[in-house]
């Protein structure tokens, strides 16, 4: 019991950003008379966020290496959009293997920051910022100032059409896209299913398992959700693929950051540089790896979004990075490194796609919007930083150690 | 009877779920150097820093008296004006600031807003003259020694009028000679301009040179005050009334059982500094440690007993000029940390918070961070088998927190430092460095580490102790290894050792250096 009360409050932030979240939904639900939850608006929702939380994916393990952020994200988006843009327009090559191709400049570019970042220590936000300027100018370069379009359909089905649906005629439940339900219906079960297996085994070998009721209320809530999702995709027009794009990087990232070796050891770098170092966590290989990562993601977004806009943009991407950067922030990342969540950085990508959403819907100016924007984000980090503290705000910084150490006695 | 300058009656200070104080008076008269006592937690800080007015009033229970005047301090600028100077354990200089800089840093000699700089470094002088240092007062403090910079403290809160003058833990990162110089200042400063000082320190010895009286807390009340002017007390007797049993062993005995087996050998080690190539920080060094043995490395800061261990533990340090490791008879090729993990070392830094944990991750994080693959397959980690390990450790090393889970930065430094070892142990290492083990930790918590060390050395295992308390070498170790300027300048069988014979060798050694 104990382990769960120290682990709720270790990620109190993210909890707090998922209620509010809920809030903001439930708001914003009604500020709109129910526009917000339609199903073609959450259709469009999962179209308009999708590069973000791929850029914020990549972001956060920037920031998780020692609060390190990569100003670039946007330029090369547009970069990567260009370079899709004249591989499959201009040359008519294959789309597929020009997909491939853009992946592989991804990952060229995010070596190439990497190196100077991770080997010759010049700090992150010099060497990407160099970067936001020379992806930028040389997306100009590669366009000639103009725009590209439009792509042929091999190229848009990956990330703008919906999963096609063999079972239309069924029209279960009443809704339009039967094959999406039942997809969701799967992942509720195949959840509940690992989650229960996950809990016998730790119980047969003899773990420290969780209270039962906790894992029934867990599955209570998160699979109902899932089911309620694609049901509302369902009544639309089913689940886009680029749905599936988003939920693979998810999916994959999270393993990646609370399960594998490597994850684990990027949080230590964060943590602590020096004693990664001394523990024998290989710190230069990781920030490197990290910001080839980041861009490789990048890249990925830039595929995505060239294929919404439908064609290759010179101003693509434009302050793409610092809607990544506020996600992480949102989704309690610390600006010092070594805490974040991939979980809690969806949460702030999305807080900030409904914000943004529903403001539009509202036909609030984008000027406005943008105050919004800017306020929300700082109201989370102080909420945050204030309720860490519990202390008035004339405190010292060392009066705020000493209390620490006293807690820290009776523990 | 002498004046009371400072009476605290029945402060109590409660944080949500944590009475830190409760119910403490203590008294302090004019013109003496009181010492207040306790272990980790037991409530030093908190009460010095409610006479600070860090804690306002208002947020404590109880009246403290300053010159026969109710204190209602809002914050440290109404004590200062006081008269009453805090000195932190952590210091507060700006490293990138001249000593005249920071000593005036908050008191500027200013008028309207422009401050005189003339006055500034003159009056600077003049406070260093009287703290005994020579330097030119436009030196950045990031170029003068640790030692220095305390006595620049002490300056400053001079230059602030100082007539009581609080020290926590001046000396836990001072060598011994400058740790004296410290105590010796306060002494100075007591007699010539009637200061009263009120000092928190780790360390029995010192107190019982310079303190008056002590004041001994714990578990955030007041045990008693001891009188220390009329009749020497011993250390055993503040132990006592810290601990609150009688610790008549320091050192914990080990049935000391060293093999004839050489567990590892160095020979001919020669590293240069990391930054300034061409300065030598170990000297053509070679050692040997036995199976089952603890050896001593013994040395003033500064003489390249950190350097050395570290830059065996796979060149963690420097840029190693020659020197080979032979483990169990073998020569090693350690070239990284994870090559010296692999070899089944490991070195436990003497700085648990700069290089030794990661605060803001859990116990079990920290504790599985060196041999990730005991906890994991194919790269993927087993949560419920690394939880079951760190919760071993928790266990046997009596971390006192009740779930793995906590977050290490949550725990005292006591606990982080048996966190720290427990890691290490973790990584079932054949050879420990421990490098200061018990830095920063009270009496107790001494005591439980030194058990944990013999333990594993009973198994077996060796051990390589660095540490800069001379008594703790001599209590712990089986040989003893002198080092002064990155040589190895003597070695000793624990037997023969005593404070005089080490201090000695290297008094000599350093004098040789000077004539030649």
């Not at chain 1, 789309?95 to 592989?104: D, E, Q, T």
């Not at chain 1, 306020?375 to 204030?386: K, Q, S």
């Not at chain 2, 030598?280 to 036995?290: A, I, T, Y």
């Amino acid at each position: 019991m104990n382990s769960i009360r120290t682990t709720f409050r270790n990620n109190l932030k993210q909890y707090m950003m998922l209620i509010a979240l809920v809030a903001l939904v439930i708001v914003f639900q009604v500020l709109t008379k129910g526009v917000l939850l339609k199903p073609m608006n959450v259709s469009n929702l999962i179209f308009q966020n999708a590069y973000v939380v791929i850029l914020a994916v990549g972001m956060l393990l920037c920031i998780l290496t020692g609060g390190n952020i990569d100003l670039s994200v946007g330029s090369v988006v547009a970069l990567i959009g260009a370079c899709a843009g004249t591989f499959i327009i201009t040359w008519g090559w294959n789309p597929h293997l020009s997909i491939l191709l853009c992946l592989g400049i991804g990952i060229l570019i995010g070596s190439w920051q990497g190196f100077w970042i991770a080997y010759m220590r010049i700090p992150a936000f010099i060497v990407t910022l160099s970067g936001m300027l020379v992806f930028r100018g040389l997306t100009l370069i590669v366009l000639n100032g103009l725009t590209l379009a439009p792509f042929p359909p091999a190229y848009l089905g990956y990330s703008t059409g919906y999963v096609p649906d063999p079972l239309a005629s069924l029209e279960l439940f009443g809704v339009r896209n039967t094959t999406s339900l039942l997809v969701g219906i799967l992942i509720a079960v195949i959840y509940c299913v690992t989650q229960v297996m996950g809990y016998l085994g730790r119980k047969n070998k003899g773990y420290a398992v969780e209270n039962v009721w906790m894992l029934i209320a867990k599955m209570a809530v998160i699979s109902p959700a899932v089911v309620w999702l694609f049901y509302i995709l369902a009544s639309y027009r089913g689940i886009p693929m680029v749905l599936i794009i988003v939920g693979i990087v998810l999916l994959a990232y999270s393993y990646f950051t609370s399960h594998t070796v490597m994850g684990r050891h990027l949080y230590a770098l964060g943590g602590n540089e020096k004693a990664a170092r001394l523990s024998g966590v290989k710190t230069k290989r990781l920030l490197f790896l990290a910001y080839v990562n980041m861009a490789f993601l990048a890249a990925v977004a830039g595929i995505v979004f060239a294929a919404r806009l439908n064609s290759a943009s010179p101003q693509a991407g434009m302050s793409f990075e610092m809607d990544a950067i506020g996600s992480c922030f949102l989704g309690g990342a610390s600006a010092y490194g070594g805490v974040g969540t991939v979980g809690g950085t969806l949460i702030g990508a999305l807080f900030m796609g409904v914000l943004n959403n529903g403001m539009s819907i509202m036909g609030i100016s984008s000027n406005v919007q943008q105050v919004v924007k800017g306020l929300v984000l700082l109201a989370a980090v102080a909420f945050d930083a204030i309720s860490k503290n519990k202390l008035p705000f004339n405190l010292p910084r060392f009066g705020k150690k000493a209390l620490e150490g006293q807690h820290s006695a009776e523990m | 009877m002498a004046k009371k300058l400072l009476e605290m009656r029945s402060i109590t200070k409660e944080f949500p779920g944590v009475k830190a104080l409760d119910n403490v008076n203590i008294t302090v008269n004019e013109g003496e150097i009181h010492a207040v006592v306790g272990e980790n937690g037991a409530g030093k800080t908190t009460l010095m820093n409610v006479l600070s007015g860090v804690y306002p009033y208002g947020s404590y229970t109880g009246e403290v008296f300053y010159d026969g005047q109710l204190c209602r301090h809002q914050g440290i600028k109404d004590s200062e004006r006081l008269g009453i100077v805090i000195i932190h354990q952590e210091l507060a200089l700006v490293p990138y600031l001249s000593i005249g800089e920071n000593m005036f840093l908050g008191n500027e000699q200013q008028k309207r807003g422009r401050i005189n700089w003339h006055q500034t470094f003159q009056k600077a002088e003049e406070y260093m003259r009287v703290v005994g240092l020579h330097e030119d007062p436009h030196t950045l403090v990031k170029d003068i020694s640790v030692g220095k910079q305390q006595l620049i403290e002490i300056a400053k809160a001079l230059a602030k009028n100082v007539r009581l003058l609080i020290l926590d833990e001046p000396t836990s990162s001072l060598n011994e000679s400058d740790s004296r110089n410290v105590l010796d200042l306060l002494l100075r400063l007591k007699k010539e301009q009637g200061v009263t000082s009120i000092i928190i320190s780790h360390k029995l010895n010192e107190i019982s040179y310079c303190a008056d009286r002590i004041t001994i807390l714990r578990d955030g009340s007041t045990v008693e005050t001891l009188d220390n002017q009329a009749d020497e007390i011993p250390e055993a007797r503040i132990v006592k009334g810290m601990v609150g049993r009688e610790m008549t062993e320091r050192y914990p005995t080990r049935s000391r059982k060293v093999h004839e087996e050489i567990a590892l050998e160095v020979k001919n080690f020669t590293v240069y500094h990391e930054l300034f190539t061409d300065r030598k920080v170990v000297d053509n060094v070679s050692l040997k440690l036995h199976k089952g043995e603890v050896v001593g490395i013994y040395g003033l800061i500064g003489a390249g007993r950190t350097e050395l261990s570290m830059s065996i533990f796979g060149q963690a340090y420097g840029i190693k000029a020659s020197g080979t490791v032979y483990k169990d008879g073998v020569e090693l090729e350690l070239n990284s940390v994870p090559d010296a993990i692999q070899a089944n070392l490991a070195y436990v830094s003497e700085d648990r918070k700069g290089s030794g944990l990661i605060l803001s991750n859990s116990i079990m994080h920290n504790i599985t961070l060196p041999r990730m693959d005991f906890v994991s397959k194919k790269a993927r980690i087993d949560k419920d088998l690394e939880r079951n390990m760190a919760e071993h450790y928790r266990q046997s090393l009596g971390i006192k927190t009740p779930t793995v889970e906590q977050l290490v930065e949550n725990l005292s430094g006591g606990n982080q430092q048996k966190v720290l070892l427990g890691k290490w142990i973790f990584s079932q290492p054949d050879i420990m460095i421990l490098d200061e083990p018990t830095r920063g930790v009270d009496v107790g918590a001494k005591y439980e580490i030194y058990q944990i060390i013999n333990e594993l050395v009973e198994q077996g295992k060796s051990a390589l102790f660095i540490s800069s308390e001379l008594t703790e070498i001599l209590g712990m170790c089986d040989r003893i290894y002198v080092m002064n300027q990155g040589r190895i300048i003597g070695e000793f069988p624990a037997q023969e050792a005593t404070q005089e014979i080490i201090m000695n060798c290297i008094m000599q050694d350093s004098k040789g250096e000077i004539g030649a």
